[in-house]
């Protein structure tokens, strides 16, 4: 592994499924963040962690949750999905909170119907 | 309310120079970021400014005034891989990265 990656790359999920988004670094960075990014908007930050053990709510936490377990993993949940939620998903670390730029997975295309 | 102001498109030619503005009101300053997001890819840091002033980096450059809420970046010598989005973000007082929307360059040969 180098750097992040996020699985599924895509996915498409029928509305009322619970669906994880799976997030991994190897590069020991403290700070983990979860976006999504919709077309004409900017990322919006949905969740994240200064540091394991640790998360805090961004902009839009609505509807998603999140876990800080290790350094390495920050999976992103969505206990019900609605069509709202049709978004691409960016997972992004740091090598602490505040500090430095992000670096960001691939990305994960979800499709709620 | 936080805001970060960006064209949304602008076109240029191959070889020329183009710059991408970017305005921003925020709660707090602490360091604006400039991205590269090619179509279907993750973005990708391309600059940092905190003070005031340029930062040079090769054909990219980033300027920051702090007192205006205004930045930019300036491509030169622009090449058929410089197509993509360009993001501007600023860092805020709570050390959170507020987004704009992007701006998508098309580079025409």
């Known amino acids: 592994i180098a750097g992040i990656t996020q699985a599924p790359t895509s996915q498409i999920l029928a509305a009322g499924r619970r669906m994880t988004l799976r997030c991994t670094q190897d590069m020991r960075h403290n700070a983990m963040y979860w976006y999504r990014q919709d077309l004409g908007l900017g990322l919006r930050l949905i969740h994240y962690s200064n540091t394991a053990g640790t998360t805090g709510k961004g902009e839009v936490p609505d509807g998603y949750s999140v876990s800080r377990a290790n350094t390495d993993d920050f999976p992103l949940t969505l206990a019900s999905a609605v069509p709202s939620q049709t978004s691409v998903y960016f997972c992004a670390s740091s090598e602490a909170a505040g500090g430095g730029e992000q670096y960001f997975g691939p990305g994960t295309r979800l499709t709620v119907t | ?109």
């Open chain 2, 1 to 109: 309310g936080q805001n970060i102001d960006q064209p949304t498109e602008m076109t240029a030619t191959e070889g020329a120079i183009v710059q991408i503005n970017c305005t921003y009101q925020t709660s707090g300053f602490n360091g604006l970021f400039w991205y590269q997001q090619h179509a279907g890819e993750a973005p990708t840091f391309l600059s940092y400014n905190v003070l005031d002033g340029l930062e040079e980096k090769g054909r990219f450059s980033s300027f920051l005034s702090r007192s205006k809420g205004y930045s930019y970046l300036l491509l030169k010598e622009l090449q058929m891989k410089d197509s993509a989005s360009y993001l501007c973000a600023v860092r805020d007082q709570d050390y959170q990265l507020i987004w704009g929307a992007g701006t998508k360059l098309i580079i025409k040969p």
